[in-house]
């Protein structure tokens, strides 16, 4: 009897073991999924990124070459160029050149790698991301709002919290522009209580239909998007909630959706 309890306890030993070894297996699978989803993530924002560029820089490079048409003219016709005329050109040449400096500048920040949290002001951060999509937004007259009650310290990986607020935002430019909804609006809001930041990003675009409402976060879930990869808010949910230790949340209001973005104060 004794002998039968031990070999029972040592069949069930190593069953632990294997079960052990399996679970191990599987994490690191899902790990290394996770690694690819987030990478892909990272690549379908790049696309994004690089049509953002061409929007961003039209407008400048249209004002650079209407600078130099009356100049041009005046040469070709042999007129007497005035040198008030050619500094005021050269200082708006220099204001455009730096204006797409930073740009770029935006964009290299946006795809450099977090390698630590650090402190930074979120106001600052809303403002560079704005920056890389304001252009895309105009093209579509989307109407957007930005209101800070304060402007709070976070700690984080903030090139992260730029892609959270980029997939927000962007899912919310393509439902306005697919339903055609007159005078697009989207509005962001920070407020802070005393332990979190609260970020609301609203739209008019008419709410989620899919219900529950929760299942936009599921990975390559492509609601309404018609060229959708799935991933986007999948990937803003782990970041804000893996990441970063605050919570990603949706609902709908009378006008749009609703998301918030709650993370801890610094």
Do not use: C
């Not at 999924?33 to 892909?40: A, N, R, S, T, V």
């Not at 407008?59 to 016709?77: G, R, T």
């Not at 804000?240 to 609902?251: P, R, S, T």
């Amino acid at each position: 009897m004794r002998q039968t309890r031990l070999d029972d306890f040592m069949e069930l030993e190593e069953h632990n073991k294997e079960l052990e070894k399996r679970i191990k297996v599987e994490v690191a699978k899902n790990r290394e999924k996770d690694k690819l989803m987030f990478q892909q993530a990272k690549l379908a924002s790049m696309g994004e990124m690089l049509g953002n560029i061409s929007h961003q820089w039209r407008q400048p490079l249209m004002e650079i070459s209407s600078l130099f048409i009356p100049i041009e003219a005046k040469l070709s016709m042999d007129m007497e160029i005035e040198k008030e005329e050619l500094l005021e050109s050269i200082a708006k040449l220099n204001e455009i050149s730096k204006y797409m400096s930073n740009t770029i500048d935006d964009f290299k920040n946006f795809f450099a790698k977090d390698k630590q949290k650090i402190e930074f002001e979120l106001l600052e951060q809303i403002n560079s991301t704005i920056n890389i999509i304001s252009s895309s937004l105009k093209a579509h007259d989307i109407k957007l709002d930005i209101i800070i009650q304060k402007n709070p310290m976070m700690v984080g990986y903030k090139n992260e919290y730029s892609q959270v607020l980029i997939n927000i935002i962007n899912n919310a430019k393509d439902i306005l522009v697919q339903r055609k909804i007159k005078t697009p609006h989207v509005k962001i809001l920070v407020s802070q209580n005393d332990s979190n930041i609260v970020t609301l990003i609203e739209d008019n675009g008419g709410g989620i239909s899919t219900k529950p409402v929760e299942k936009i976060f599921d990975p390559f879930f492509t609601y309404e998007k018609v060229n959708g990869s799935g991933i986007g808010l999948f990937m803003s949910k782990l970041i804000i909630e893996n990441n970063m230790n605050g919570k990603l949340l949706v609902k709908n209001n009378k006008k749009g959706a609703v998301f918030t973005i709650i993370t801890p104060k610094a």
